[in-house]
């Protein structure tokens, strides 16, 4: 299994410009969650999904879309990026209907908007 | 809602020392506790996992933890630091059914 995957690992963009931060996983989790990482701050949640076709906002949702059509894949939006959008972001999934708790993480897309 | 405080955003010891890394957590409901470690430039690992089992857990790298619920702590230790062991540490809590919030982080250091 390759786990959770992301796609890109680094980005620059410009402010204003949008893109797709891209999460897979083939672990056939149900729950797949979004977090930004920014020093001092711990990981916080963006947008979370509980399976294929529901989605919902997390602590700190602004800015970003999600959707999730698939049990695999779990996209995250940036619609017009801010450079308060520079941050580290993670994609994680887990399985509570199968008796595992703990969430497996992505390796993290870099992202810098200048 | 849930959260988790952890005492301390550095923590330096020196090697061989003892590690202690404070969590204290905040739940409504029964919590799944949880410390990840996180490399530099690296993603979060898994190191030990509380799911209403025993109290006391034991995860990799010689860790471990002991959930008390009367002090709603779940506290990291290590015997005996290892340079090793340098990196960031990170407390998170669950119901099972909701997504993991986690605390601020604390970075540990290892002095020779």
């Known amino acids: 299994n390759a786990g959770v995957t992301q796609t890109p690992k680094f980005q620059v963009l410009k402010t204003g410009q949008s893109m797709t931060l891209q999460c897979a996983q083939d672990?056939?989790?149900?729950?797949m969650s979004w977090y930004r990482q920014d020093p001092g701050m711990g990981l916080r949640l963006i947008h979370y999904?509980?399976?294929?076709?529901?989605?919902d906002q997390g602590e700190v949702p602004n800015g970003y879309n999600v959707s999730r059509s698939t049990t695999e894949d779990f996209p995250l939006r940036l619609l017009s990026a801010a450079p308060s959008q520079t941050s580290v972001y993670f994609c994680?999934?887990?399985?509570?209907?199968?008796?595992?708790?703990?969430?497996?993480f992505g390796p993290g897309t870099r992202l810098t908007v200048t | 809602a849930q959260s988790v405080t952890q005492l301390g955003s550095h923590v330096s010891v020196s090697e061989g020392a003892l590690v202690l890394l404070r969590c204290n957590y905040s739940s409504s409901v029964p919590p799944y506790l949880f410390w990840y470690v996180q490399y530099p430039n690296q993603g979060l690992q898994l190191l030990l996992k509380?799911?209403?089992?025993?109290?006391l857990v034991k995860g990799i790298n010689g860790f471990e933890a002991e959930f008390k619920k009367s002090e709603t702590s779940f506290h990291l230790t290590k015997p005996s630091a290892h340079m090793s062991d340098a990196a960031e540490y990170f407390c998170?809590?669950?119901?099972?059914?909701?997504?993991?919030?986690f605390g601020k982080g604390t970075r540990l250091s290892v002095i020779a």
């Open positions: 994680a999934s887990s399985s509570p209907g199968q008796g595992s708790y703990e969430q497996y």
């Open positions: 999904s509980v399976g294929a076709g529901i989605t």
């Open positions: 672990m056939n989790h149900e729950y």
């Open positions: 998170a809590v669950s119901s099972g059914n909701t997504p993991l919030v």
């Open positions: 509380y799911t209403s089992a025993a109290t």
